[in-house]
């Protein structure tokens, strides 16, 4: 479960990654995805499947003044949703469609 801080962060980053505000670099060999913040802090999320208790997880790590704060969330929180909808709409940013 996310703290409430991290919670908000990352419906802030919905909103900023669906308007194109945010472009994410996605490395489909190591299933994450990272961007660079406004602030210049560094935010990864990793997406895993966690054998040992049968379910999918999302590992968040924010870089921010020195310092790596890292959270977790699994499909047993409701915040998981949000996460696997950030995590999916950062992928989607480093598409190149040409629609």
């Given amino acids: 479960m996310l703290p409430a ?8 980053l919905i909103e900023q990654t669906e308007s194109g505000s945010i472009k994410w670099n ?21 997406y895993q499947f966690d054998y040992n208790i049968e379910l999918a997880t999302f590992t968040l790590r924010l870089e921010s003044n020195e310092k790596e704060y890292i959270f977790t969330t699994d499909q047993s929180f409701k915040d998981y ?15 190149d469609l040409n629609l």
Wanted: glycine share 0%.
């Fill in 5 to 12: 801080k991290i919670k908000s962060l990352v419906l802030q």
């Fill in 81 to 95: 949703d949000y996460v696997k909808r950030l995590y999916e709409s950062a992928q989607a940013s480093d598409l």
């Fill in 26 to 46: 996605y490395d489909d060999e190591n299933a994450s995805v990272d961007a660079f913040l406004a602030d210049r802090s560094k935010f990864k999320i990793k």
